[in-house]
C-alpha cells in the first residue's frame, strides 16, 4: 500500500474576473468538485508523482462546460493537494464527463508516451482559455502516468453524488510484477449549484439560440438551443418589475431556490440561471409536448384510464415534494407538461411554492398564493383576512380539482359567472357531478377519489401518500404496465395525441395564470406569493 496523498481542485460557478492570485475562493453556496486521491496500490505514491525536482501535475477536465486546468500538487503534511482554482462550471450540458489524470513532469529521460495516454485534448483548442491554464507540454517534458474519465449525468451531479474507483496507473520504467498492475483510488465529490452569475443579456444570447415560445402564464418561456452542445432547453424569463412594480427579490429568488434543492424525475430541472438588469434567466430542462391545459383543451374528456395514468406520475412527484416540506401551491393544468411520445410527465412552475419549516410557519399565516381556480377554501379565506396556514392540503385540493376537469372538461366551482362567484363556491365547497353528459359513465372509485380531495376541512382531506393508495389508481396501475407494444402513448390514444399535435395552441384566452387571475381580482399590487 503507497502513501496517502490528495488533491482538492475546486469548481465553482460562473466567475468573472478570475485573477488567480493562488487564494482560495471564496466557495460558499457555490458548486464544488472535490477530487480526493486516496491511496494506492503496487507502487508508492510518490513514484507516480515524483519528488524533488519531478512534480506531479494533476489535470482536470470538466466536459460540462469544456474547460481544463492543470495544476502541479503540492505536498503538504503527508498529503499532496492541488492548490483551489477558480473554475467556470456552468453545467448546462446534461450528460458530460470528468476527466482527471496524474503526470509528472520534468522527468528525463523519458520512454516513449503511447498515443491513447498524452492528454493533448480537444478541449484546449477549442475552447478560448489562456494556454498557461491548460499547463499543455510538449510530450517530451511531460508523461501522463492514470487518466480516468467519469462518465456523470447531470441528475447524478445535482444529487451530490460520489464516485469511489480505482484506475491503472502507467509508471514508465518500472516494470510490474505479474498480476501488480498498480492502480490509484480516486473519488469525486459533488456538490452542484446552479450559477446565479449576473450577466448581460448578451451572455444568455452568446451561450443560447432563442426560438420559439413554448409558452407564456405571468413569464414567458422560450426554447433555447445551447449553441455548443446543440441541446434544447427552456428558459423562463422572470421580469423584475411587472405592471411597473418591482416584485420584491425573495419572491423572484424563491422558485430558484426550490428548483436548485429538487431532483425528481416528475419534476421539472433547473440547469443554471443568468440575470441582467431587468429579468432573472432560468434555464430548464426542455419538455417536448404539451401541457395538460392544451391537451384537455382540445381532447375535451380524458378517459379514466389516462387521468389514473396522469395522476400517478404527478403524485409521485407531489409525495416527494411533500416529504421534503415543499407545497407547489399552484398545481393546475398549464402546470403540467406531458411527453406522451416518450411518457413522460413533469411538474414545472415553482413561482408559488413554499418550504414550509417549523421556523417559518408563523410567518406563512395568512399567506396567499396560487390561481383562484384551482385554491383551496383556507387560502381563499386568508384572502378574507384569515390566519390559515396553508400547508401541503392546499396541493390535495388543486388535485381534486383538476381530476374533475380532465374527467368532464368543466371546473367544479366555475359556472362561468364573476370570480367573486367562484370563491364562493370554493369556500363553501360546493360542488356536485351533474355539470356535462360525462359525470353518468365515470366510475364511482373516480368520484370518490374527487371527493376525498375536495373537502372543505384540510385535515380531513386524504394526504398524498393515501390518494396513491387509493383503489382506482392501484387498479390502474395494472393496464398501464400492460401497455400493448407499438402503442405511442400509455397516457393517451394514438388518435388523441395527433389531434393534440395538429391542434395546439397555447394562445387560448381561458387559460388562467398566476398572478393575473389575483392582480384582476383585488388590483392591489403584484406578489408572487
Ligand atoms: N421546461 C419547459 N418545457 C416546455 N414548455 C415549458 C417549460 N416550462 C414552461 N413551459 C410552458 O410555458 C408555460 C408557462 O410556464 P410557467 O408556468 O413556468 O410560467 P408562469 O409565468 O410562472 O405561469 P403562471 O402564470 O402559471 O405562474 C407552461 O404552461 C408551459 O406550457
Ligand atoms: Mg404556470
Known amino acids: 500500500m503507497g502513501n496517502k496523498w490528495s488533491a482538492t481542485p475546486s469548481f465553482t460557478s460562473e466567475i468573472l474576473n478570475d485573477n488567480d492570485d493562488g487564494e482560495p475562493p471564496d466557495i460558499s453556496g457555490e458548486s464544488t468538485l472535490t477530487v480526493t486521491v486516496m491511496e494506492s496500490k503496487h ?24 474547460q481544463c486546468y492543470t495544476k502541479p500538487l503540492k505536498f503538504d503534511n503527508q498529503a499532496w ?19 482527471v489524470s496524474l503526470s509528472q513532469n520534468h522527468l528525463p529521460p523519458l520512454p516513449a508516451v503511447p498515443d491513447a495516454l498524452t492528454t493533448a485534448g480537444s478541449c484546449c483548442e477549442n475552447h478560448p482559455h489562456g494556454s498557461e ?67 448581460s443579456v448578451d451572455s444568455l444570447m452568446q451561450k443560447y439560440v432563442i426560438e420559439d415560445t413554448l409558452g407564456a402564464g405571468v413569464s414567458v418561456v422560450k426554447k433555447a438551443v445551447h449553441k455548443y ?38 419534476i421539472v430541472q433547473l440547469y443554471e440561471t443568468m440575470e441582467d438588469q431587468t429579468t432573472i434567466y432560468l434555464i430548464m430542462e426542455y419538455v417536448k409536448g404539451s401541457d395538460l391545459f392544451d391537451i384537455s383543451d382540445i381532447i375535451g374528456t380524458l378517459r379514466p384510464a389516462s387521468v389514473a395514468a396522469l395522476l400517478l406520475p404527478l403524485l409521485s412527484a407531489l409525495s416527494y415534494l411533500h416529504s421534503r416540506g415543499i407545497v407547489h401551491h399552484d398545481i393546475k393544468p398549464e402546470n403540467i407538461i406531458i411527453d406522451y411520445s416518450q411518457n413522460t410527465l413533469k411538474l414545472i412552475d415553482f413561482g408559488s411554492a413554499k418550504l414550509l419549516t417549523a421556523s417559518n410557519a408563523k410567518s406563512q399565516e395568512g399567506a396567499v398564493s396560487g390561481t383562484l381556480n384551482y385554491m383551496a377554501p383556507e387560502v381563499l379565506m386568508n384572502m378574507r383576512g384569515a390566519r390559515n396556514l396553508c400547508d401541503k392540503a392546499v396541493d390535495v385540493w388543486s388535485i381534486g380539482v383538476l381530476t374533475y376537469i380532465l374527467l368532464s ?54 394526504t398524498v401518500v393515501e390518494l396513491l393508495k387509493h383503489p382506482w389508481l392501484v387498479a390502474a396501475k395494472v393496464p398501464q404496465q400492460q401497455q400493448p407494444t407499438g402503442k405511442r402513448s400509455s397516457f393517451l390514444s394514438d388518435e388523441e395525441c395527433d389531434r393534440i399535435v395538429k391542434e395546439k395552441t397555447f394562445h387560448s384566452t381561458s ?3 398566476t398572478m393575473g387571475s389575483l392582480l384582476e381580482l383585488f388590483n392591489d399590487g403584484v406578489s408572487r406569493s
Request: proline share 7%; hydrophobic share 35%; glycine share 6%.
Open 133 to 199: 491554464n491548460c499547463g499543455r507540454q510538449s510530450p517530451k517534458e511531460k508523461v501522463v502516468l492514470a487518466k480516468m474519465t467519469v462518465p456523470v449525468s447531470f441528475v447524478e451531479l445535482k444529487q451530490a453524488k460520489h464516485i469511489d474507483r480505482w484506475y491503472d496507473v502507467l509508471v514508465p520504467g518500472i516494470t510490474n510484477q505479474p498480476g501488480e498492475v498498480p492502480q490509484v483510488r480516486v473519488s469525486l465529490d459533488f456538490n452542484y449549484q446552479p450559477s446565479r452569475a449576473i450577466l
Open 81 to 99: 493537494f492541488m492548490p483551489k482554482r477558480r473554475f467556470v462550471f456552468v453545467s448546462s450540458d446534461p450528460e458530460g464527463e470528468i476527466r
Open 409 to 462: 372538461g368543466v371546473h367544479p366551482f366555475d359556472s362561468g359567472k364573476s370570480h367573486e362567484n367562484i370563491l364562493n363556491r370554493i369556500i363553501a365547497g360546493k360542488f356536485d357531478f351533474k355539470s356535462g353528459p360525462v359525470w353518468s359513465k365515470v366510475p364511482k372509485e373516480c368520484k370518490d377519489f374527487i371527493k376525498r380531495c375536495l373537502l372543505i376541512d384540510p385535515k380531513k382531506r386524504s
Open 229 to 266: 452542445s446543440k441541446k434544447p432547453y427552456a428558459v423562463k424569463y422572470l421580469q423584475k418589475t411587472v405592471k411597473g412594480q418591482n416584485i420584491p427579490r425573495t419572491a423572484l429568488d424563491n422558485e430558484i431556490e426550490l428548483l436548485r434543492t429538487i431532483s425528481h424525475p416528475n
Open 43 to 66: 507502487l508508492k505514491l510518490d513514484t507516480v508523482l515524483g519528488s524533488g525536482k519531478h512534480h506531479g501535475l494533476i489535470r482536470v477536465v470538466n466536459t460540462f462546460n469544456a
Open 511 to 513: 387559460r388562467t395564470n
